[in-house]
Nanobody
Framework: QVQLVESGGGVVQEGGSLRLSCEPS????????MAWFRQAPGKEREFVAH????????YYDDSVKGRFTISRDNSKSTLILQMSSLKPEDTAVYYC???????????????????WGRGTQVTVSK
């Protein structure tokens, strides 16, 4: 399994922006299907965005579409989540996840991913 380390969380005002990064061990990120999930206090972990291995097609939850962008830094194979127009309801711990292969119909399911980071806190204040 690949080791994942997230960074970039913090506190931001409503309407602001943050950029999260996820560094996979060994620089092998491009070989994996990767995603961001988030978990707010008292709620289940939920899907945010997914990027396919190699080809790089992206998919988003409707709640973040048009505001968040998932991408890879090709030079480092780092996974990026650029978040803008942040809302208080975006407050959560954000997790990076990866797996060798995931069928498209299963990308929103936490059990589809073999590797997880420890998470980074994002807090959006009013």
């Amino acid at each position: 399994q690949v080791q994942l380390v997230e960074s970039g969380g913090g506190v931001v005002q409503e309407g602001g922006s943050l950029r999260l990064s996820c560094e996979p061990s060994g620089g092998a990120g491009r070989r994996y299907a990767m995603a961001w999930f988030r978990q707010a206090p008292g709620k289940e972990r939920e899907f945010v965005a997914h990027i396919r291995a190699n080809g790089g097609h992206t998919y988003y939850d409707d709640s973040v579409k048009g505001r968040f962008t998932i991408s890879r830094d090709n030079s480092k194979s780092t996974l990026i989540l650029q978040m803008s127009s942040l809302k208080p309801e975006d407050t959560a711990v954000y997790y990076c996840a990866a797996s060798d292969y995931i069928i498209l119909s299963a990308i929103r399911m936490t059990q589809s991913y073999k590797s997880w980071g420890r998470g980074t806190q994002v807090t959006v204040s009013k």
